[in-house]
């Protein structure tokens, strides 16, 4: 079961397990009244930290204490008192506490990513091709990167071997390109995996011509090797996380940007997508969300789209997207109130 959990996942869950034995220790919880923990006892174990950490945390550290508690067979008692503590440890998390939402990656700042990129360097090529996919294809930097060199796996990494891609025409008035390859594994689908889809875009950021350069340039690469693998002097280096975020970063601080995390591509591309008019179903399809998680995420996009339409002065786009939204909640019969912009 352990072998289930991804290896950010495990560490997550080892956090809590043992910042919970921390606790027992303390105050004298012998092992035998640890597992299976009581109610009161999860909940001491809560109200101890309110005050000093995040609602997230603690949640990742319920989740990781009773996946511990099924692992050994062991009953989890969670119930009336322990949904009051959690209820009051939520109102009392410190300002502190709260991660700051970062910014998101906009069209102009992919503009100036893609204006300073050397392409004749082969690094960079694969660097393109990365931002532009996980931009216009609201991905997620580790459904398409590797997170370290030793760490590549291709059970959860999608390889070079998926090249040459599936390809394909809309018969349309622009007779629309569009290619997509299938990664091996996803955050939400595990092991099934999911399909990439990339249509081509009248725009120098198209994201299927990144793809296609990279992958002429970036050419005798293993093809059991990750995807976005390039050639070096040395023969040839897969692209991590770090790597590709280093690139990025330099080019934007050097234009007077923040730096910026991975996740900033998601949430970048799916406002963008949403404020060219791209229906809210085919945003949730694109970035393989469900509707309901799409909603929860629209919350927090709602609160950064000051910096997409600042630019344009064009409010109107923002109510009437403010309009489709509030109708994507009603005929997906999700209640969840849209906050007002």
Not at 300 to 322: E, G, K, V, W, Y
Request: aromatic fraction near 10%.
């Amino acid at each position: 079961m352990i072998r289930s959990l991804a290896t950010d996942t495990r560490s997550n869950y080892g956090a809590g397990l043992l910042h919970f034995t921390q606790f027992c220790a303390s105050i004298d919880i012998p092992e035998a009244k640890r597992m299976p923990a009581s109610e009161a006892l999860i909940s001491q174990f809560a109200a101890a930290f309110t005050g000093t950490s995040s609602e997230k945390t603690l949640n990742n550290w319920f989740v990781g204490l009773q996946f511990w508690h099924v692992v050994n067979g062991a009953l989890w008692c969670a119930s009336h008192l322990l949904h009051h503590t959690r209820r009051g440890f939520a109102k009392m998390v410190p300002a502190s506490a709260c991660r700051a939402k970062f910014p998101p990656v906009t069209i102009d700042a992919l503009c100036i990513l893609f204006n300073n990129l050397d392409l004749s360097l082969l690094l960079n090529v694969a660097v393109c091709a990365v931002a532009l996919i996980a931009f216009w294809c609201c991905c997620r930097l580790g459904e398409l990167l590797v997170p370290s060199p030793n760490l590549f796996d291709p059970l959860k990494h999608v390889v070079h071997l998926a090249a040459p891609l599936t390809s394909f025409s809309v018969a349309n008035e622009t007779q629309t390109h569009a290619s997509l390859f299938h990664i091996p594994w996803m955050k939400t689908t595990k092991e099934q995996g999911a399909d990439i889809s990339i249509t081509a875009r009248d725009h120098h950021t198209c994201p299927l011509a990144a793809l296609e350069r990279h992958l002429t340039v970036n050419h005798d690469i293993p093809p059991h090797s990750s995807l976005f693998t390039y050639r070096t002097t040395a023969g040839w280096s897969h692209m991590t996380c770090s790597a590709f975020l280093t690139c990025c970063n330099d080019i934007w601080v050097s234009q007077g940007y923040p730096n910026l995390p991975g996740h900033a591509f998601r949430i970048g591309g799916a406002t963008e997508l949403l404020l060219q008019g791209v229906h809210p179903n085919v945003v949730t399809t694109q970035g393989r969300w469900s509707s309901d998680a799409f909603l929860d995420y629209w919350h927090r996009i709602d609160t950064i789209l000051p910096l997409f339409i600042a630019s344009s002065a064009n409010t109107q786009r923002l109510a009437d997207l403010d309009r489709v939204m509030d109708s994507f909640a009603r005929n997906h019969h999700l209640l969840q109130a849209l906050p007002s912009s």
